[in-house]
């Protein structure tokens, strides 16, 4: 199953009013960086990074760029800090439907396809569904056509009452785990409509039914997902993989999610059901 892309995207990033040296300086604290250890990594020193924090110092593009990098600051954000110390952005974002992203999408839909039957889907930055193969679909089975309609949404489709939710047997225990996931997105980046998807998520009701389960042969090193399909129960590890260096925010914000067999049943199961 393929899910073309929506073509929307988040806003690009506006000069901030606060200027270059406390976006710098946030980003550094959040990182818990000295400025002294900044420094020697950027190869500056600890006076001129306190006089770019307090505004007293105006980086050049190429520091800004610098410091980024050494701060791991997500690629849409290094645009803002640009913007803010009145560069140009460095990064484009380009819109996946666009043409010169052609070979990039036929790469996505050959992994995702070369892993049925296992369930693999590719998400944006609000978790926006850019692609799915066909165990996505094979899950999705009886999700009621309204939340199916493009665009599709990972974590709505997950955790509304009327989508997997109730099938997922540990839901208490994997919606924990995702809204757990999407606060620490919201910490690194200033995502508006990433925080309003988590209110509306976090807001949807927990079926009564649901217990804690992590069932009797879940494997110790991560949590697995415990789905309920055609009267069985899949168990499920989830992967999710970006790209490396990106130099385009559309790129930069999109995440393959795979979904492993977490036992032998479930192995059996998905090989046996024909793709």
Do not use: C
């Not at 484009?92 to 050959?110: K, Q, V, Y």
């Amino acid at each position: 199953m393929t899910i073309v892309p929506s073509g929307i995207s988040a806003p690009s990033p506006a000069p901030s009013e606060q200027g270059v040296g406390p976006l710098l300086r946030g980003w550094r604290e959040r990182r818990r960086v000295s400025q002294l250890e900044l420094a020697l990594r950027a190869g500056s020193s600890a006076r001129h990074i306190s006089f770019v924090e307090t505004g007293r110092s105006r980086p050049s593009e190429e520091m800004v760029l610098r410091l980024a990098e050494h701060l791991d600051v997500p690629v849409r954000e290094r645009n803002a800090l640009l913007l803010a110390a009145g560069y140009a952005p460095h990064y484009p974002e380009t819109p996946l439907d666009d043409p010169s992203m052609e070979s990039l999408r036929a790469g996505l839909e050959r992994l995702i396809q070369g892993y049925e039957p296992y369930p693999a889907l590719v998400v944006n930055a609000t978790y926006e569904v850019v692609a799915a193969n066909r165990g996505i679909a094979m899950l999705l089975e009886g999700v009621p056509d309204r939340l199916l309609t493009p665009p599709l949404n990972a974590m709505r489709l997950t955790l509304h009452p009327e989508g997997l939710a109730p099938r997922i047997r540990n839901l208490r225990e994997w919606r924990d785990h995702l809204l757990a996931q999407m606060d620490r997105q919201i910490a690194l980046q200033r995502s508006e409509a990433l925080r309003m998807l988590y209110e509306e998520v976090a807001a949807y009701p927990v079926p009564d039914r649901v217990e804690s389960e992590h069932g009797p042969h879940a494997p110790h090193f991560a949590l697995p997902m415990r789905i309920e399909h055609d009267g069985r129960v899949l168990s499920f590890i989830s992967s999710i993989s970006t790209f490396n260096t990106p130099m385009d925010v559309t790129v930069a914000e999109l995440a393959i999610e795979t979904f492993l067999p977490a036992d032998p049943a479930t192995v059996k199961y998905l090989q046996s059901a024909g793709f």
